[in-house]
């Protein structure tokens, strides 16, 4: 279910860029998001039936159908544009405002679901969202307009700060409340996703190739050492009362750490370091700075 939405959110920008200028893929990219919405259906009436709380059975419900409802408005918007680049502004922003509500709502489902999974020890779904997020680094990122350099390495810096946070709360946790590692591994999880996509637009448009190589390679490191941690989260409440549970988890909280301080000092730096360099160069001016 956790798959098929991440897949549903992740089309929803592709649809709508079809749907606005790209007629010749409109049709394929329709029918794909489509192809997983019996899945998605069908994985909600499964896992409600193994909830046991009744409000969440229904949260998880209702949020499903929210999503359906939105996608499919999403769909009408898409039909009326229909590929065109010259249609009407207000068919376009209909798309904009569709697709942007698909996509929300798919969110509130799936972090409800890696909530629901976190709560019962399963880990899976974290690690394949880690494992996803390190690859965004290499992945060629749309800059927002208006963000510059430095502000993607500022974000980036208060980022690391909450996982630093986060980890050692993990460390805390294991030996007095192992219920809570789940809880905490999901917010260090969703926490490394925007880390990285924050770092793949710091390396977009950053002026130099050699600082933009390195901030791929730190946040990569940083989230292979996220996966070793979220792994030990995952083994459970009776295993982390063994010794050497405990001590696995505090080693790669150790780990993730030193890679948060290499990463916060070395972004501070180059902040510190080129401010004029980056400001210029944003105006293509960078050999005059």
């Known amino acids: 279910m956790i798959g098929s939405a991440r897949e549903i959110h992740d089309l929803c920008s592709k649809v709508k860029d079809s749907a606005k200028a790209e007629s010749e893929n409109l049709g394929h990219r329709v029918t794909m998001m489509a192809s997983y919405f019996g899945p998605l259906s069908d994985g909600a009436v499964g896992a409600a039936s193994h909830i046991q709380n009744s409000k969440q059975q229904t949260h998880i419900l209702d949020l499903t159908k929210t999503v359906a409802e939105s996608a499919l408005q999403f769909m009408y918007s898409c039909k009326e544009g229909g590929g065109n680049p010259n249609a009407p502004k207000h068919t376009h922003d209909n798309i904009d405002t569709a697709a942007d509500n698909t996509m929300d709502v798919v969110q509130d489902l799936l972090q409800s679901l890696e909530e629901a999974a976190s709560q019962a020890g399963v880990v899976n779904s974290m690690i394949e969202k880690l494992t996803k997020s390190i690859t965004k680094t290499d992945e060629q990122a749309m800059v927002r ?114 890679k948060v301080a290499f990463c916060s000092s070395n972004t501070t730096v180059r902040v510190s370091r080129y401010p004029g360099l980056y400001q210029c160069g944003e105006r293509g001016e960078r050999n005059h700075c």
């Open 145 to 258: 307009e208006g963000m510059s350099f430095v502000e993607y390495l500022s974000n980036m810096v208060s980022l690391a700060k909450k996982i630093a946070m986060t980890t050692q709360e993990m460390v805390g946790k294991a030996g007095v409340n192992p219920g809570d590692l789940g809880r905490l591994a999901n917010q260090l999880t969703r926490d490394y996703d925007v880390l990285a996509s924050n770092s793949a637009n710091a390396a977009a448009t950053s002026n130099s190739q050699d600082i933009a190589n390195r901030i791929r390679t730190t946040v990569q490191d940083l989230g292979k050492s996220c996966v070793e941690l979220v792994q030990d989260a995952g083994k459970g409440q009776s295993d982390l009362h063994h010794t050497y549970a405990r001590c696995d988890l505090q080693d790669h909280a150790h780990s993730v750490s030193e």
